[in-house]
């Protein structure tokens, strides 16, 4: 927002400007307790007794506390989480190392504008955005072509490692903030392809290289589907699925099974927050060391030559 | 270029249109018109010729089954499993188990892909449900399989296999279970034993009883101690609002002798007319609208729990919690124990509405031998096996004996702590050969069964309606279901100011289509 500063060169901050900034503040702070509370809402029900959740509700801090939730997750199924947190990480970053390496492969050519054929391959990389297989089509692709069911590698080519809209943000990013001048210049040097991609153009690109990475990162760490379609060995469970399953196997079974099931077996609304937190910490601990970059990639669009 | 371009789009919807509308399995034809299945390497069957025993050369069936949880010890389940059927029938199974979550899914996808299943687990709902998949052609009739290879599973289900049973093709083998379920209603012991009421509450036959007792335990609430105390006096059935439940259910003699149980069917908001064979709107019937109007008095005496209509808890998680002083809720025979060892409250509890046997109770858990099984003749048997081995169902049910559980001296089997394998006792074979659990009794399985046999059919027992040409109107005909439902089913709301709009929506939902739909099929079964 242009918002024109009228400080006068003594540096006194007028009244015009006190207003604005408290009324921009109060709704950020507004907004930054809608986002917060709803978290601590989760934490605090996590750590309170079951019962006690049940019968008076849900509130900021435990009426009751209680770690049976985290007890039931880690003791029940402990292994199998800390074993699913760690295949998770992995999984994210191997997939988004690939993603890095391949996507803006694609996508560096595309902005060359002596690229005669840039314009074909940019259409063939749209289509993509619009038009698929299907989901039947691709798990038949995926198990019968390339046999990658109940392994590592189903958790991490099936529709992750890079998709249309991705390589167009770095084709865009490149034909921007790359200028032809730049590359010619090296190839006056002697540079080749090559060593004109990894030593100029990639170092240049580290703002949209972090941001896309990071969207990356996210969707392999909240990724379930890919693990419903092609993963049944439970070994190989990334997080998310392993808790979604607990929660959902239980709670199909109270459907099913009716009055034949141990209520003390159903995750209650304890465990499922346990469940929620134990998604969204690891996140939590890694988004500041990113956060720089991803605003500086968030800003590239106002970037102009 | 343009044009290029232009015929290369259109070449490529094409290719696309196509490879959507591809997949499409050949028809299973049963086996009486290709001629009888000849074992592959057993001896010949039937016709007076000696019946088969056994597999001359190693028989590998892969067969896929639900799991409810995470279990290491499974493999060394297995392992014991095949040394049986490896012994018995010279056939070696690959068990492999999916998440009950994810069953329904992965079944839908690996059958379209044609992957290899000999045999599979029918339930869960969803792709995998015997109605989805009889209606897709993805089960092998079983006709001349069982009478061979499984001849003691196809004597002993002889009544219950027309629930399986679609045009005269026997698709699949229902899982032998309790099938004779009732209404009930539970109380918690202890209040009604504070409260002098334990008598009382033995005797309660009718509405009248049942209302007079909810006002005394009403009355005394506050002055109950603190740990029995409760947040309401009935709780709802369901995570749906529903505090009783309404599918094809008559409360409306107050004498709970009179109350009648309908053939629904399968589906909740109709049910079947026996004098008549006229399918009716049960969900917007006068008798449902009665019921209706009297949880709205009980919402409105303070009885129900006021967010009924939007919680999600279980009647189950209800009572644990101590939420509750009674519910309504469907079960079996023992179901009070069993309630009462869920919960961990002692609940006092009574039939207020038999239900009998019904199609869709029957057939909504069981096994097939899906249309890509490479070994139906295995699986037949290796199924036979399964309903007639006790072992082998304790196997499943129990785990390892001394590993995952332990037998007291009455024969009712526990987990031990630490157990690496936990089974369902429903979910597989034969219920009736596996150990009962502790409290139920060392004959347990035999009143069970007993209860089972004793059980009236429902008239309308082996019907099974193909919906697949109605489901966008049964997709419709839910959602306002699932819209007025839950304040109607605990009385948030009285019925009058809603009930002309609920039945309006039904019908602009295509209700009758629906009803149209399974009148035609009644009809077709009735002759």
Known sequence: MNKKRTTDYTGVISREDIVYQVIVNVLLILLSLAAILPFLLILSSSLTDDYVLTRFGYNFFPRAFSAYAYEFVFSRNGAYVLHSAWLTLLVTIIGTSLSLLIAPLLAYPLSRRDFKYARFFTFLVFFTMLFNGGIVPSYIMWSQVFHVKNTIWALIFPGMLFNGFFIILYKNYFATNIHPSLIEAARIDGAGEWQIYFRIVLPLSLPILATIGLMVGLGYWNNWTNGLYYITDQKLFTLQQLLKNIIENIRALADIAGGSFPVSEIPSNSVRMAMA??????????????????????????VKE | ??????????????????????????????????????????????GGEEAFTRFEDMETVEVYMMAWGQWDGFEQVAE???KITEEKLNVHCNLHQ????????????MLAAQETIDLCMIGAGGASSFSSMSSQNMLTPLNE???????????????????????G???????????????????????????????????????????????????????????????CILGQQNGSGGVIAYNGLDYVSDDFAGNKAYDYLGLMYLAVDPETNEVMPWIISDETKALFDRMYDYYNAGYIYKDAATSTDYSDNMMAAGMCFAYFCNGEYGAAENKSSTTGRNLTGFVAVPIGITTSYVNSWGWGIPSTAESPEAAAALLNLMYTDPEIENLLVWGIRGRDYELNEEGEAYFLDGAQYQGLEFFYGNQFNA????????????????????????????????????????????AVIDKYYPTLG????????????FKQELYDAGLQAVIDHYQAAVDAFVG
Request: proline share 6%; net charge negative.
């Open chain 2, 435 to 478: 150990y009962p659990s502790v409290g139920q009794g060392g004959d347990f399985r035999q009143r069970q069964w007993e209860d089972n046999e004793s059980a009236p059919l429902s008239p309308y027992f082996g019907l099974t309606v193909d919906s697949t040409a109605i489901t966008n109107e049964l997709t419709a005909v839910q």
């Open chain 2, 80 to 82: 014991e499993i095949n």
């Open chain 1, 277 to 302: 937190v134990i998604g969204i910490v690891p996140i939590m601990i890694l988004y500041p060391f990113f956060q720089n970059a991803f605003i500086a990639g968030i800003a590239i669009g106002g």
């Open chain 2, 98 to 109: 999916i998440f009950i979550a994810q069953y329904a899914n992965e079944m839908g996808m």
């Open chain 2, 145 to 167: 399989y069982l009478p061979v290879y499984a001849p003691e599973l196809y004597g002993m289900m002889q009544k219950y296999l027309p629930a399986n049973t679609v045009d």
């Open chain 2, 1 to 46: 270029m343009k044009k290029f371009l232009a015929l290369t789009l259109a070449i490529l919807m094409l290719v696309a249109l196509l490879a959507g509308c591809g997949g499409q399995q050949e028809e299973a034809a049963p086996p009486a018109q290709n001629g009888s299945a000849e074992p592959s390497g057993g001896e010949e069957a039937g």
């Open chain 2, 490 to 501: 605990c009385g948030a709301v009285k019925a009058d100011t809603v009930w002309e709009q």
């Open chain 2, 169 to 231: 093709n026997m698709l699949a083998v229902p899982a032998l279970r309790m099938y004779n379920t009732s209404e009930w209603l539970f109380m918690r012991t202890d209040i009604l034993e504070h409260l002098g009421l334990t008598e009382e509450a033995m005797a309660i036959d009718s509405w009248s009883d049942f209302e007079a007792l909810l006002q005394k335990v009403y009355e005394a609430e506050d002055s109950l101690p603190a740990e029995l105390q409760t947040n």
